[in-house]
């Protein structure tokens, strides 16, 4: 906690204790903690004690009963604090991602992805064409028509005939299926920086961005140390770095083999990672350097890169990292892959990711 400063609940600006900022103050503490309810609880008491959060008239002990009452948490003899957090509580803690990442947005319908073919779409736009055979009367311009049905025909013989119609140009919308990549090697909180937790309020914010603003596309998410595997939505504010090498290949592997049962054709790969690889998996065991660029090692990654490109999945690889052998690695993963790097700060991880994510429209090719 040293060196932090929350702003919004120092005293004086508070305007005195209030449940929701309680909340929001917790839902924070949750995801620095790995979910350890009496870890986050022990934070906010010792912010409590500090910046004075909760007076007589409502304590520490009234939140806590609040958020049993409101559904928040639930009472659990198994767990260490005596508490485990629900699933209101989990969604909230990415619906706090969610509004922390990506609050710049605006609301915008519901629906999937325009893409860049036009014809007969779903969304309409302010342009008109010629009607075609085969086009939607749905999607008629009525004031284009009848003022061509005018020029071409005269007000008192007024008539319509196919050459007078137009329509308004629309695009498609496709669905999209997205494979997050999480690096959970010990390097996401080496010499001190924590570098995990942005990368889980980051996975958060998107997992809830495409699940309430996407509802047709698909997400799965995986994470990567030794080896690569899946996780639900859900265990994201429980993520934890492992004593683990970078092993990209596993992640790559499974984010392929998952691709492959979408039978939706537009597929993309996020990859989220701070350092190079340094682990492949040989027969039962493992092959790791952690020391400069692995010849093998990088070798193996970059042609899973080059048959992503064959099977027209893009990857866009967010690196934590600006060392110059780290950026050189990562610009041939790209041109292996033809896809997207992004080299950027913490704070504006979730920027990126949200651009790239709307960015991609149409199936590569």
């Not at 103050?25 to 995801?31: A, N």
Request: net charge neutral; glycine share 8%; proline share 3%.
């Amino acid at each position: 906690m040293i060196g932090w400063r929350f702003s919004d609940y120092i005293p004086g600006e508070t305007g005195g204790a209030s449940f929701e900022k309680l909340l929001k103050l917790l839902q924070e503490l949750l995801v620095y903690t790995s979910g350890d309810v009496r870890e986050a609880l022990s934070w906010l008491t010792q912010l409590d004690r500090q910046y004075k959060l909760t007076d007589d008239n409502y304590g520490m002990a009234d939140f806590i009963q609040d958020l049993i009452d409101k559904g928040f948490l639930q009472q659990d003899e198994n767990a260490n604090s005596g508490y485990r957090l629900t699933s209101k509580m989990e969604i909230g803690i990415r619906k706090k991602a969610l509004e922390d990442i990506f609050g710049q947005l605006k609301k915008t319908k519901r629906g999937n992805h325009d893409t860049r073919q036009s014809g007969r779409g779903d969304e309409f736009t302010s342009e008109v064409r010629p009607f075609e055979f085969g086009d939607q009367l749905d999607n008629l311009a009525v004031s284009e028509t009848l003022r061509n049905a005018q020029i071409n025909h005269g007000i008192e013989e007024f008539k319509l005939d196919q050459g007078d119609l137009e329509v308004y140009e629309s695009f498609y919308q496709s669905q999209m299926s997205t494979v997050l990549m999480i690096d959970i090697s010990h390097s996401m909180i080496l010499y001190g920086e924590d570098r995990i937790t942005p990368a889980k309020k980051v996975a958060m914010a998107l997992a809830e961005l495409i699940t309430t603003r996407y509802p047709k596309d698909t997400l799965d998410i995986i994470v990567f140390g030794d080896d690569a595997w899946q996780i639900e939505i859900k265990d994201l504010p429980y993520l934890e770095v492992g004593p683990y090498h970078t092993n990209t290949v596993a992640g790559l592997e499974l984010s392929m083999n998952i691709l492959r049962r979408r039978k939706n054709p537009n597929k993309q790969i996020f990859m989220i990672t701070d350092g190079k690889p340094t682990c492949i998996k040989r027969g039962k065991g493992y092959y790791k350097n952690s020391f400069g660029l692995d010849r093998k090692i990088v070798s193996r990654t970059l042609s899973l890169a080059a048959n992503c490109r064959k099977l027209n999945i893009p990857i866009a690889t967010f690196m934590i990292a600006q060392d110059p052998y780290l950026v050189n690695f990562v610009d041939q993963f790209t041109r292996a892959n033809d896809g997207k790097a992004f080299y950027s700060s913490l704070q504006g991880l979730g920027e990126f990711i949200f651009r790239d994510y709307k960015n991609n429209k149409t199936r590569r090719s």
